[in-house]
């Protein structure tokens, strides 16, 4: 709804005069997006019981899973996952990477090198198993004594650089806001949205991550709107960062966002499994309440 001042004053008036207004529909209206989103659910590895990796893949494609997320062990090892991949339906999506011990925003130049090739690496690796895009976390809180000034200066000038190269090898960099008990510098997803913005790069993207949205965000709705098209990953944890549905955390308000922005890619296990309970039982459940919670939204 827009009030301009003369709808305002008029408003004014009708109430001065004891009129009664005409109930507004709506407040606002948001535009449909442009293909309707999608729950595709995905796991890492490491929430997933099982001694090998084909062993977790198998019981990943019968609980329904679409998707799996992998670490950095991947890099080197392509073939390998490819291989244990190709007999199920599911796609590899994000890599978690991680920060590289802060590299990438030290005040030692050498280190900063060091950093970018090893990121240019995931990347790679990223691209040969069609990944989403390489999860990267500037810097944890013991990592850099940067202000945050000085590190979103640093990667608005040297991620475009990072951003062509990740779309020449057919992947993205997927940056991670966390909560302020892990990091202080990145904790809001529009704060990632207004970065990837400034670096402007199909390749430089971002993600967000239920768990620490919980702890830094008044809205995941809210969150994941000013995210929008720049959002290409999607972590999933309760507020204790077990298993959604293992507590009281509702995931409504966040899969409303996602429905708003037409979300199309993955939405991924990064969370432990309640103490006493079995995973067997507990993530073929889990599974269950996330449909009925997407269902509702
Ligand atoms: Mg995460």
């Not at 202000?147 to 475009?160: D, K, M, S």
């Not at 990072?162 to 892990?182: D, K, M, Q, T």
Request: charged letters at 25%; aromatic letters at 8%.
């Amino acid at each position: 709804m827009q009030v301009n001042r003369r709808a305002f004053l008029a408003g004014g008036a009708a109430a001065a005069a004891g009129l009664t207004m005409l109930p507004q529909s709506r407040a606002v209206d948001i535009p449909l997006p442009a293909q309707e989103a999608v729950l595709k659910l995905s796991s890492q590895l490491g929430v997933i019981p099982g001694g090998s990796l084909e062993e977790k893949l198998d019981k990943m494609q019968g609980w329904g899973f679409d998707g799996v997320e992998v670490g950095g062990d991947v890099i080197g090892n392509e073939q390998k996952y490819l291989d244990a991949i190709a007999n199920t339906d599911m796609q590899y999506n994000a890599i978690c990477w991680g920060s590289c011990n802060g590299d990438l925003v030290s005040d030692d130049a050498e280190r900063r090198k060091r950093g970018v090739d090893k990121l240019k690496q995931a990347l790679e690796s990223a691209g040969k198993i069609k990944s989403t895009g390489v999860i990267y976390v500037p810097a944890f809180i013991p990592e850099t004594n940067r202000t945050n000034q000085e590190i979103r200066q640093l990667l608005v000038e040297t991620f475009p650089a990072i951003g062509e190269f990740a779309v020449s090898v057919g992947s993205r960099v997927l940056f991670e806001p966390l909560n302020r008990n892990e990091a202080f510098f990145l904790r809001q997803l529009a704060d990632a949205a207004s970065i990837c913005r400034d670096i402007n790069s199909p390749g430089v993207q971002m993600m967000g991550d239920f768990y620490h949205m919980y702890i830094e965000e008044t809205s995941d709705l809210g969150a994941f709107l000013s995210a929008g098209s720049y959002l290409h990953h999607v972590h999933l944890a309760s507020r204790i960062r077990v298993l959604p549905g293992q507590d009281e955390r509702s995931f409504v308000d966040g899969f409303r966002g996602l429905k708003l922005i037409g979300y199309q890619d993955y939405c991924s296990f990064e969370c432990g499994c309640k103490e006493g309970t079995d995973r067997h039982e507990e993530i073929p459940k889990s599974l269950e309440f996330l449909r009925e919670q997407w269902a509702q939204a």
